[in-house]
């Protein structure tokens, strides 16, 4: 039986539900240098910048049509920066 509730998982310090792709470019490139190397079973950082220009890029596409969907009109502040 599936559970009744969310979860997701994060990191204390920086609080729940955040957008990876909401990180700065300073941010991101310490994330990546933590973590490239990092051993999983598939470490998406270890792509690098490549990652955060093809994750922004879906999200970009995305997050804009789910909200239409739901009726909901807020865009991601950085989509908007880059429509001006």
Request: proline share 5%; hydrophobic share 35%; glycine share 6%.
């Given at each position: 039986?599936?559970?009744?509730?969310l979860?997701?998982?994060?990191?204390?310090?920086?609080g729940?539900?955040?957008?990876?792709c909401?990180?700065?470019?300073?941010?991101?490139?310490r994330?990546?240098?933590?973590?490239?190397n990092?051993?999983?079973?598939?470490?998406?950082?270890?792509r690098?910048?490549?990652?955060?220009?093809?994750?922004?890029?879906a999200d970009?596409l995305?997050?804009?049509r789910?909200?239409?969907?739901?009726g909901?009109?807020?865009?991601?502040?950085?989509?908007?920066?880059?429509?001006?």
């Amino acid at each position: 039986m599936l559970p009744s509730f969310l979860t997701h998982y994060y990191e204390v310090e920086r609080g729940p539900f955040k957008n990876i792709c909401d990180l700065s470019e300073e941010e991101v490139d310490r994330l990546i240098s933590a973590e490239k190397n990092a051993d999983t079973g598939f470490n998406r950082f270890a792509r690098g910048k490549d990652f955060f220009k093809i994750r922004r890029a879906a999200d970009d596409l995305l997050v804009p049509r789910a909200q239409k969907a739901k009726g909901i009109g807020n865009t991601p502040q950085r989509l908007e920066n880059r429509l001006r």
